[in-house]
């Protein structure tokens, strides 16, 4: 107290600002630990057409109420839960979107059959009642995959062949999508690049589904070519994928048609080719604003394998015969007959 009694000011010094700052940064973390947080958000990867989808939108009050739960798709919103209307769940009429309202509730939403026209981002948008008025909200993008009904088909070739004669084959995979890759195999062995010949693909009806058509193109060499197994007489077969028919010797092509999970990260799954149409990661695109990302193939009814790279596997064999080998060797009309048996073969898995 200085004379006549007024009061002494301290300076404000670095120290005391210093502290000042210290305190309010303190404030704000207490602030930002308490109140509405979104802690996950569950968009699967891809589902099959025809599946159910389960979309999690998982959040903490920490002292608020909650006000809303909104979700939308491709910036449209499709389901509101608020919990003090009646009734608590509303759904808004979206091209690809039908909920189960039985099985959606504050957290949760059941999509029923999903078509290709379910695909897009959907985010989910969580809302506090007064005062904080705070708003959460993640998203993630979901595929439809379209698997193919058919095995690839095999077209231009002819049953036999001679040493060092062109074989000249198109494999074209059944309507699909994604557009699954399409690999080559010669007695069950992958074929070098140098024989690949790249064909347009086919692109059918309003949704866009697509034939992958993949060429092979090479000069047939001995080796290729199985010998007769002993004792002749019917078809035999050893662990490379050969088939000889009687006396002649023969050799499997084979094609494979894959749909797989790859094709969102850019690599087009086996066989390479295909990409996300962005360049964007799944992983990426399913990251959601200010929550935990857990963009996986959900769990439930009809759930896709988890993580499973395969969708879908489809392949064809064909097999050729040697038709000279400057001895005796000649196709015979038994060779045929059996090969039109052998010519096609079709396995599936999922």
């Known amino acids: ?77 499709f389901y509101r839960y608020v919990p003090k209307a009646n009734p608590p769940q509303h759904s808004y009429k979206v091209e690809g979107i039908r909920v189960d309202h039985h099985l959606s509730d504050s957290v949760q939403i059941f999509l029923r059959s999903v078509t290709l026209k379910s695909s897009g981002i959907y985010k989910c948008e969580v809302s506090a009642e007064a005062p904080s008025f705070a708003s959460v909200s993640g998203e993630g993008r979901m595929e439809v995959v379209f698997p193919p009904k058919e095995p690839p088909r095999i077209t231009g070739g002819k049953f036999g062949y001679e040493w060092n004669e062109w074989v000249d084959l198109n494999c074209t995979a059944g309507k699909s999508f994604p557009p699954a890759a399409v690999r080559w195999f010669v007695s069950d062995q992958p074929v070098v690049k140098e024989w690949l ?9 309003p949704h866009g589904l697509i034939s992958t058509v993949q060429g092979l193109r090479f000069r047939t060499r001995p080796e290729q070519f199985r010998e007769p197994g002993p ?31 790859l094709y969102w990260e850019g690599g087009g799954g086996e066989g390479g080719g ?70 096609f073969s079709s396995t599936q898995r999922r």
């Open 1 to 77: 107290m200085l004379a006549g009694g007024t009061r002494s000011c301290e300076p404000w010094t670095f120290a005391s600002a210093k502290t000042w700052l210290t305190l309010l940064s303190a404030l704000a973390l207490i602030s930002a630990s308490w109140g509405l947080r979104l802690t996950k958000v569950t968009i699967p990867i891809y589902r099959l057409r025809g599946e159910m989808a389960l979309l999690e939108c998982v959040y903490e009050l920490e002292g608020d109420r909650l006000y809303s739960v909104k979700w939308y798709k491709d910036n449209e919103e």
């Open 197 to 205: 010949v790249p064909r347009e693909s086919l692109v059918y009806g």
């Open 231 to 261: 004792g002749g007489g019917g078809e035999s077969s050893d662990r490379s994928g050969e088939t000889s028919v009687g006396d002649v010797r023969s050799m499997r092509l084979k094609c494979v048609a894959v749909i797989s999970a």
């Open 274 to 343: 295909g990409g996300s149409p962005g360049g964007e990661s799944a992983a990426a695109r399913a990251r959601p604003k200010g929550a935990v990302a857990a963009a996986t193939p959900a769990d439930g009814p009809d759930a896709s394998p988890a993580l499973s790279p395969v969708i879908d596997r489809r392949e064809s064999d064909f097999v050729v015969y040697a038709s000279s080998s400057g001895a005796s060797w000649g196709i015979s009309a038994y060779a045929v007959l059996m090969s039109s048996l052998l010519v």
